[in-house]
């Protein structure tokens, strides 16, 4: 069965600085979809950036990039000039290309210092 | 983007009473719903998946009499909690999904049972 791994259960970064907060994963599929969504205090889950397995190019949305490692199976989430509306719980998340279903990782708290 | 709207966002209601929530895809027409539930500090549980016009599929554990869901157009789906009790406080939320899209959130509902 796959699984979704998030080691940190807690990262915390100076404003406008950079992180990096990791995911690793476990699946037998070669066709894949790979997740990274924010969970703010408001509860709200917001899709942050998409990868599919299929692109070796790492995905990017503004300020917030992916570095997907599909040997190592690993897709990290890079935070650059955090800002205070980062803060949230970070969920990584899993879905095969033939099912809708998604595997979640347990979340990571992400805390900005000012 | 994509919207799902989901109501009520706050319930609080006796024990024994039924409780019904609401999630609609606003501009798209959604294959799967799915329904989830989180507890504090943790990650989201999926608790069925909802196709339009069939049975939904319930995960292991999760009481389908109890949890009962309809996903009666593309663009609804409703979960009715019923005879709730204290043990069913909790955060639930619903997605909504279409062919190889991501997931789209509603904002959840905040349940307690007195």
């Known amino acids: 069965a796959q699984t979704v791994t998030q080691s940190q259960p807690e990262m915390s970064v100076q404003e406008a600085e950079t992180v990096t907060l990791s995911c690793t994963y476990d699946t037998s599929e070669s066709d894949y979809y790979l997740f990274w969504y924010k969970q703010p205090p408001s509860r709200q889950m917001i899709l942050v950036i998409r990868q599919e397995a299929y692109k070796q190019q790492n995905a990017t949305e503004n300020r917030f990039s992916v570095n997907f490692q599909k040997a190592a199976k690993s897709f990290s989430l890079k935070i650059s000039d955090s800002q205070l509306g980062d803060a949230a719980m970070y969920f990584c998340?899993?879905?095969?290309?033939?099912?809708?279903?998604?595997?979640w990782g347990a979340g990571t708290k992400l805390i900005i210092k000012p | 983007g994509a919207v799902v709207s989901q109501h009520p966002s706050r319930v609080i209601c006796k024990s024994g009473t039924s409780v019904k929530i609401e999630c609609r895809s606003l501009d798209f027409q959604a294959t799967t719903m799915f329904w989830y539930r989180q507890f504090p500090k943790q990650s989201l549980m999926l608790m069925a998946t909802?196709?339009?016009?069939?049975?939904?599929?319930?995960e292991q554990g999760v009481e389908k009499d109890k949890f009962l869901i309809n996903h009666a157009s593309l663009t609804l789906s409703t979960l009715t909690v019923t005879s709730a009790h204290p043990e069913d406080s909790s955060f639930y939320i619903c997605?909504?999904?279409?062919?190889?899209?991501?997931?789209?959130f509603g904002d959840g509902t905040r349940l307690s049972i007195l």
């Open positions: 909802s196709n339009e016009g069939s049975k939904a599929t319930y």
């Open positions: 998340a899993y879905r095969e290309d033939s099912n809708y279903q998604l595997i």
């Open positions: 997605s909504a999904s279409t062919h190889n899209q991501p997931q789209h």
